[in-house]
């Protein structure tokens, strides 16, 4: 049973939430093979404040070019 997690910023709303679960969904089991029913999606949501690059969070990143715009 393949399980398939994306981990996401929040904002997302549920129709595409279900949207990316379909097609996900749809897009294993062409590539892989199998029935969609054995295909399980995780969306996790994770704070901008809690994900890194380059040694800033994303939060900081978010902010620094929302000021240079």
């Given amino acids: 049973m393949p399980l398939i997690t994306v981990e996401l910023f929040p904002g997302r709303t549920t129709e595409k939430k279900r949207e990316?679960?379909?097609a996900l969904t749809?897009?294993?089991v062409e590539v892989c093979g199998g029935k969609a029913?054995?295909?399980?999606i995780l969306l996790k949501e994770v704070d901008p404040g809690d994900w890194g690059v380059a040694g800033k969070s994303?939060?900081?990143i978010i902010a620094e070019s929302?000021?240079?715009a």
């Avoid at 029913?37 to 399980?40: K, L």
Wanted: zero cysteines; aromatic letters at 12%.
């Fill in 20 to 22: 990316l679960i379909k």
């Fill in 58 to 60: 994303y939060a900081e």
């Fill in 26 to 28: 749809d897009t294993y």
């Fill in 66 to 68: 929302k000021v240079q």
């Fill in 37 to 40: 029913q054995a295909v399980t």
